[in-house]
């Protein structure tokens, strides 16, 4: 079974900075775009961003971009999604994902690895 560990969420107030941090196995780092979800209170899960398996394209939901930045060291098998300027609206659980394709990131049911979560909360 494929573990992906993530790290970093905590509470912060509006504005404020977190970083998530995600390592893989080497084996499907090496090979699998990387990317992370989020599910909000009452919400279904929601693609945040995703990076292709050599760093060449990243994807980012509307209203994160210019806020969070993804980033990947495939020398440590680790991704990391720093979020500045945090939101109340960014609360939720965010969950580290792995795939062959970047592109499957748009369905979430065919999203091949999935980690267990960490919290954020953005008090107002």
């Known amino acids: 079974q494929v573990q992906l560990v993530e790290s970093g969420g905590g509470f912060v107030q509006t504005g404020g900075s977190l970083r998530l941090s995600c390592t893989a196995p080497?084996?499907?780092?090496?090979?699998?775009?990387m990317g992370w979800f989020r599910q909000s209170p009452g919400k279904g899960r929601e693609f945040v961003a995703g990076i292709s398996w050599n760093g060449d394209a990243t994807n980012y939901e509307y209203s994160v971009r210019g806020r969070f930045t993804l980033s990947r060291d495939n020398a440590n098998a680790t991704v990391y999604l720093q979020m500045n300027n945090l939101e109340p609206e960014d609360t939720g659980v965010y969950y580290c994902?792995?795939?062959?394709?970047?592109?499957?990131?748009?369905?979430?049911?065919?999203?091949?690895?999935w980690g267990k979560g960490t919290l954020v909360t953005v008090s107002s």
């Open positions: 080497e084996r499907i780092f090496r090979i699998d775009a």
């Open positions: 994902v792995a795939d062959p394709q970047l592109g499957n990131f748009l369905f979430p049911n065919n999203v091949a690895y």
